[in-house]
C-alpha cells in the first residue's frame, strides 16, 4: 500500500504497527519521499479490515489522501516493522504543519515524578515542532534540527516502544540529552548561574522586555498590564500604534481579555493555536500601550511547553509580538537575533534548538453563526505548509511570487499548492532576502522546478522582479483583483463563473490606474471588469495612503466642491494650507494618479469622522471605522448609486461623502455615521452584484480583497446576497488580503496551462 497525505511526523507509522499487530499481520512500513508505503500479510479478513480502518482510524494529527494497493505475493516473514526510511524518488511527502503540545505532554511537565517535570521542549507523536525543524523529507530525525541532540538511552527506549507514544516522535529529547534555556544579556553574555526560565520571569514581573525564541522565530514580551514596559517595547520597536498581540495561560485568563463566543474559544484551543481577534473585555486588565484605541485584542494561548511554563512562572498575561524592527521579518537565527532585537530587549531567553524556518503567528477572526470557519487574517504557523488542492491540475511546475503587502508565494505541481507562511511587507532587503530563502526552502523541500512563475501586474512589487529575473522559466502575469477570485474560486474547489466583488486598499490596474473596488465577472482562468467603484484622484500618489484626510479631500472635490472647506473634525491635524493644497492637487490630478480604491473611500469617510487623519499602519483607518459602529449597527443606508457607465456598472460615491459630511458637520455620532456608511457599501454592494449576475446568468458571488477583513461590511453584505438566493463565496482556507493573491496566481496559471492544451 502506498498512503498519500500528511503522513510524516503525525505517529502514522506507530499507527500502523499497532493495527498490524491487532490484527495479527506481518510486514513492514516506511516513510519515503512521498509519504508511506507498507506491506501487510495475513488472513484476508484481517486485511479487509487493516484496509477499511488505515484511513478511518488514523491519528488526529493525519490526513490520508490516497490509498493506494496492490497484491503481491506472500513471503511468508515473519513480524512486522518499522523498516528504514527511503531516500531517492521525487519527493512528494507532505510536510505537517507545527502542532501545539497535547495535554499528556502538559501533564508529565507539571509532575514534579516525571523525569521531563518543567522540560521546556517536550514533545510526543500528537505534537510539537514539525514545519519550522524540517530540512528535507522524508520527517526523520536526521532531516531535522534535532539532528545534533543524540538521544540518551531513556529516550531511545521510548523512541523503539510501539507502546510508546513517543514511538518514532522525531524530536522527542528529555533534560538529559535534548535542547536547553539560556538567559542572556543583548551582548551574548549568559546571564546568572540558576535558572534561566525563573529568572526571565523574574525580569518580566520586574517591569522588563525579553526576547524569546519560540517555535518559529523570537516574540518579545512584556507585562500586559505594566504601562513602562509595554511603552517601552512599542517605542524601541518602532510600532506607533498597532496593538500588541497578548498570551493569556489559558482559557480563564482570556475570558478576562476579551469576551469570548463558542466559536472564538474553540479557534483558541484549536491544535493550531492563533491569536484570535476578539472583543476586547470592558475590564481587561491591559496597560493603554497594548492596543491603543482598540475595541479588540488579539489573544492567544501558549502552544509550546516554553511559553507555558513561562506564563505559569511570570503569573500573569503577556504580549506577545512578534521579534522585530516595524517592517523587517521576524528574527529566527540567534546571531541575527542578537544583532538586530539587542535594542530592543533588555534580556533574551534562547535554546540551542535551531529554527530552520521562520513563521509568525497565524491571525483569525471569528465570523460568529455567519461561517464556521473564520476570517483568515494571517496564516502561518500552525496551518503553513498544509497543500490546498487545485481545482484543475497544473500541468507544469509553477511558481507564483504573490503581491507586495502581507506577502507569501505558493507553489503548485499536479493537484495541490503548498502556499507559503506569511513572509511579510516586500518593501525592503531584508523581507526580499526572506522571500527567496522561502521560495529555495520550499523548492528543495516538495522537489519542485518552477517552469512557470507567475507575478502581479505591478512592475515596481519585489515580487514581480524577482519573478523576471528569475533564468530558464515562463513567466506569466495575473492582475491583482482577478488573483483574488480566482483564490477563492479555487479554495472552494470550483472553476467558476462568477461575479466578484473584490475590495481593497491598491491594486494595479490593466488601464495602468490603481484599482482597488472592483465587479469583475470571471473563473479561474480569465475575467472581465463589470465594474468598480468611481475613481477618484489620489493626491500625492503613495502620500494619501499614510494620510487619509488626503482622500476625504480628493471625495469632496469630486463630489462637487472646488474648494471644499476643511471639515471640523480635522482641526488642528492639518493645517488650511495644506488642505488648500491637496485640493488643488485633487482638482489639477498632479501627481495624483486616478483610483477606483473601496479601501481610499473607507480611509476617506474614517478622515471625515475625525477618527484617522493619518495612519501608522495598512489599515488602520477602516479598522477603526468599523469599531466605530459599536451598536449602532442598523443604521439606515446612506445613497450610493450606481449608474451606468463607460467601463461597466459604476459605485457612485459622490452622494454619499456629501451625506457623511453633512452628517458629521451637524454633530451625528461617529457610530450612526460609521453604522450607516457600512450599511451603504453593502447595499450597493449587493444590488450590483445581483445586477451583473443576472446579466452573466451565474447565481455566485465571491467576496474577497482585505476590505472583506470587514466583520460588519461581510455581515450585512452576505445577508442582502443571499436574501436574493446568491450563493456567496468567502475565503475560508486563506486570507481575503493579499495573503492569498499567490495561491490565486497559482490556480490561474494551472487553469490558463489546461485551456492551451485543449483541443480547440
Known sequence: MRVTGTVQGVGFRPFVYRLAGDLDLTGYVLNDDRGVLLEVEGASAAVVSFLARLPADAPPLATVEQVFTEEVAPTGAPGFEIAASRRGGTPLALVSPDVATCAACLSEMADPGDRRYRYPFTNCTDCGPRFTIVRDVPYDRPLTTMAGFEMCALCRAEYENPDDR???????????????????????????????????????????????????????????????????????????????????????????????????EALLLGSERPIVVARRHPDAPVAPSVAPGSPDLGVMLPYTPLHHLL??????????????????????????????????ADLLLVHDRPIHVRADDSVVRSLGDLRAAPLMLRRSRGYAPASIPLPIEASRAVLACGAELKSTFSLAQGPRAWVSHHIGDLKNYETLRSFEEGVAHFERLFAVSPEIVVHDLHPDYLSTRYALTREGVETMAVQHHHAHLAACLAEHGEEGPAVGAIYDGTGYGEDGSVWGGELLFGDVASYERAGSLAAVPMPGGERAVLEPWRMACSWLVAAGQDQPPMPAALAGAVSPERWEQVAALARSGFVSPSTSSMGRLFDAVSSLCGLRPTVTYEGQAAIELEAAAGAAREGTPYPLPLRDAEGGLELDARETVRAVARDVAQGASTALVSARFHAAVAVATAEACTLIAAARGTDVVVLSGGVFNNRLLVERTVALLEDRRLRVLLPELLPAGDGGISYGQAAAAAARLARTRSPT
Request: charged letters at 25%; hydrophobic letters at 45%; proline letters at 5%.
Open 166 to 264: 513517543r514511538f518514532h516522535a522525531q524530536p522527542n529529547a528529555c533534560p538529559e540529552c535534548g535542547p536547553a534555556l539560556r538567559l542572556v544579556e543583548p551582548g551574548g553574555g549568559a546571564v546568572g548561574q540558576g535558572d534561566p526560565l525563573a529568572a526571565a520571569a523574574e525580569a518580566l514581573r520586574g517591569g522588563a522586555v525579553l526576547a524569546i525564541k519560540g517555535l518559529g522565530g523570537y516574540h518579545l514580551a512584556c507585562r500586559a498590564g505594566h504601562e513602562v514596559a509595554s511603552a517601552a517595547l512599542r517605542s524601541r520597536k518602532h510600532r506607533e500604534d498597532k496593538p500588541f498581540a497578548l498570551m493569556a495561560a489559558d482559557l480563564t485568563a482570556a475570558r478576562e481579555l476579551v469576551e469570548l463566543t463558542g466559536a472564538e
Open 311 to 344: 506564563l505559569a512562572e511570570a503569573g500573569e498575561t503577556l504580549v506577545m509580538t512578534s521579534g522585530n524592527l516595524s517592517d523587517e521579518p521576524i528574527a529566527y537565527d540567534d546571531a541575527e537575533a542578537l544583532k538586530r532585537l539587542g535594542s530592543i
